[in-house]
């Protein structure tokens, strides 16, 4: 099982990233798959996730309106788009098999990762 998450960089505020996590291993009919951060100092936090059927998404309040996640299932992969970047969405950021269904009172309990991608937002 293998998450590879990329499309990380240095952007400025206001600006735009689209993320990609590229599964192998299952498939996300299978599974649920989301995305954490981790900031320096900051506690681990989670942005999204996407349901097996995709009708389930969830999103963080901080990220909400400006984050889309979405998914390819012909390519395995599961994607952010990241809009309208705040100084505070500077972090690694992580894609995940999402153990909670992405249900939207319990997501956020993380299994497998692989390595993140950083995303600072600096002017």
């Known amino acids: 099982v293998q998450l590879q998450a990329s499309g990380g960089g240095l952007v400025q505020p206001g600006g735009s990233l689209r993320l990609s996590c590229v599964v192998s291993g299952f498939t996300l009919d299978e599974t649920t798959i989301g995305w954490f951060r981790q900031a320096p100092r900051k506690e681990r936090e989670g942005v999204s996730c996407?349901?097996?059927?995709?009708?389930?998404?969830n999103y963080a309040d901080s990220v909400k309106g400006r984050f889309t996640i979405s998914r390819d299932t012909v390519k395995n992969t599961v994607y952010l788009q990241l809009n309208n970047l705040k100084l505070e969405d500077t972090g690694l950021y992580y894609c995940?098999?999402?153990?909670?269904?992405?249900?939207?009172?319990?997501?956020?309990?993380?299994?497998?990762w692989g390595r993140g991608t950083q995303v600072t937002v600096s002017s």
């Open positions: 996407i349901g097996i059927s995709a009708g389930r998404i």
């Open positions: 995940a098999r999402e153990l909670g269904g992405c249900m939207a009172s319990a997501w956020g309990h993380w299994g497998s």
